[in-house]
């Protein structure tokens, strides 16, 4: 390995990781010699997830289950992390989720978006990151070094027509990317993001919804193809990494040329 793109003696926090995206870069930071803490709101993949990538890997692979959407819970979360190696050298605020529908209905049938799911979108894409940076990076400053990951979304880049509040949501991270960076990089933490497109994971979305995005894919995306989640692992191992110390407040797509 390029001695810039290895992660060994670094210790990761991936939220949301028990599942699609997260479990790539979770993947590819423990095969880059990282320890991984995954984080989850529940342990129905979580465990069998953490204990099959330690098998795979030989890495230390920790779960640690919270709601990272909570502020407090954020907390606890970031203070059993610390108590793995006693430092986080990468965050990797991951969490996020869409609910598809308009904000207000356009034909008769079409259920607009409800107050609480605004609320809950807007918690899983935006705050989340907001808290767990804010916990998390602390320390990073204190020792002057460290990486904030944040994972946006396509629809961030172009227009969503019924994922409004989504889209929302995803765009304020990239604005929270670009003034975290110049805040925190006189401070040795680098943050930057990822904005993937179509990603879908077997497991969540079953094989119907996965050829489903295989067909939607060879419509929207040049290269005809959905993403392996892997991928994004990749694309996020570059940044977590010393190969990316003088790349701050960007955003990096990874999605097959849709927002090209």
């Not at 320890?35 to 979580?46: A, E, F, Q």
């Not at 308009?102 to 935006?126: C, F, H, M, R, W």
């Not at 994971?201 to 060879?218: Q, S, W």
């Not at 694309?235 to 010393?242: D, Q, T, V």
Request: charged residues 20%; proline residues 4%.
């Amino acid at each position: 390995m390029i001695s810039e793109f290895s992660l060994v003696g670094k210790t990761a926090l991936i939220t949301g990781a028990s599942r699609g995206i997260g479990t790539g870069i979770a993947e590819v930071f423990a095969e880059a010699g990282a320890t991984v803490i995954v984080n989850s709101l529940t342990n129905r993949h979580l465990d069998a997830f953490t204990a099959s990538l330690q098998e795979r890997t030989g890495r230390q692979v920790v779960p640690v289950v919270g709601d990272a959407t909570d502020p407090a819970v954020v907390e606890d979360i970031v203070a059993r992390s610390l108590a793995v190696d006693g430092k986080i050298d990468i965050l990797v605020n991951n969490l996020g989720d869409s609910i598809p529908r308009p904000l207000v209905s356009l034909k008769e049938g079409d259920a607009e978006i409800t107050i609480q799911e605004i609320e809950t979108i807007l918690a899983l894409n935006l705050k989340a990151a907001i808290y767990c940076s804010r916990a998390a990076c602390k320390q990073m400053i204190a020792m002057r070094q460290g990486r904030v990951i944040n994972i946006s979304s396509f629809a961030a880049i172009r227009g969503t027509p019924g994922n409004s509040v989504y889209a929302a949501g995803k765009a304020a991270l990239g604005g929270l990317t670009r003034s975290l960076a110049l805040e925190w990089a006189p401070m040795g933490v680098g943050v930057n993001a990822i904005a993937p497109g179509i990603f879908p994971d077997p497991i969540t979305v079953g094989e119907d919804g996965y050829l489903k995005a295989e067909e939607i894919a060879r419509t929207l995306v040049p290269m005809k193809r959905v993403g392996l989640l892997r991928e994004v692992g990749l694309a996020a191992l570059f940044l977590a990494s010393s190969a990316s110390n003088y790349i701050v407040g960007q955003t990096l797509s990874v999605d097959g040329g849709m927002t090209t």
